[in-house]
């Protein structure tokens, strides 16, 4: 894959992904870092509601809707019957140019993550070998076994940074 800096914020349900990304994106937004996110769903998904203007644009048949104000604008794209969701590649090329993306989720793909691990999360084995393209590993347990991979604690957020930072190449 090709294109900006990407690392991977990947584990199970409830294993505090969503937690790390924001506390990463604000970390290295902070250090003057310009930022991206790219959230993967496993199910149907609404950024607008029933009733609001995009929402009737949308049930009306259009393909896509932008919304457009003062302070932000966002593009929602319908896929069709016949259509599959875009591969990774596809939607990191659509985003403007910053110093580095934060993928969440996209667990199969094969850019370099962190996983994250947490006993009470759903699942408990590990993402897997080389395919799962794990860089390091943030748990809850100090004793995590993570085959000679860095380990860090949920809230090492500044190691975590540093960490991304080095890898990707950022410093």
């Not at 604000?26 to 250090?31: D, F, G, Y």
Request: proline content about 5%; some cysteine.
């Amino acid at each position: 894959m090709t294109g900006p800096r990407v690392i991977g914020i990947a584990g199970w349900k409830n294993s505090g992904k969503t937690r790390m990304t924001a506390a990463l994106v604000t970390e290295l937004a902070r250090r003057g870092r310009a930022v991206s996110t790219v959230k993967h769903a496993h199910h149907a998904f609404d950024i607008d509601h029933e009733g609001t203007d995009s929402w009737k644009h949308r049930q009306a048949g259009a393909r896509e809707v932008a919304i457009v104000s003062q302070k932000r604008w966002a593009l929602m794209h319908e896929l069709g019957a016949d259509e599959d969701e875009p591969p990774l590649g596809d939607v990191l090329g659509k985003l403007e140019p910053c110093d580095i993306v934060i993928i969440e989720g996209y667990k199969r793909e094969p850019h370099p993550k962190i996983e994250i691990r947490r006993r009470e999360a759903q699942g408990r084995e590990r993402l897997g070998g080389g395919e799962a393209n794990v860089v390091a590993v943030v748990s809850d347990d100090p004793a995590e076994e993570t085959n000679g991979l860095p380990l860090f604690g949920h809230d090492d957020i500044a190691a975590i940074a540093d960490f991304v930072e080095q890898f990707t190449g950022l410093t």
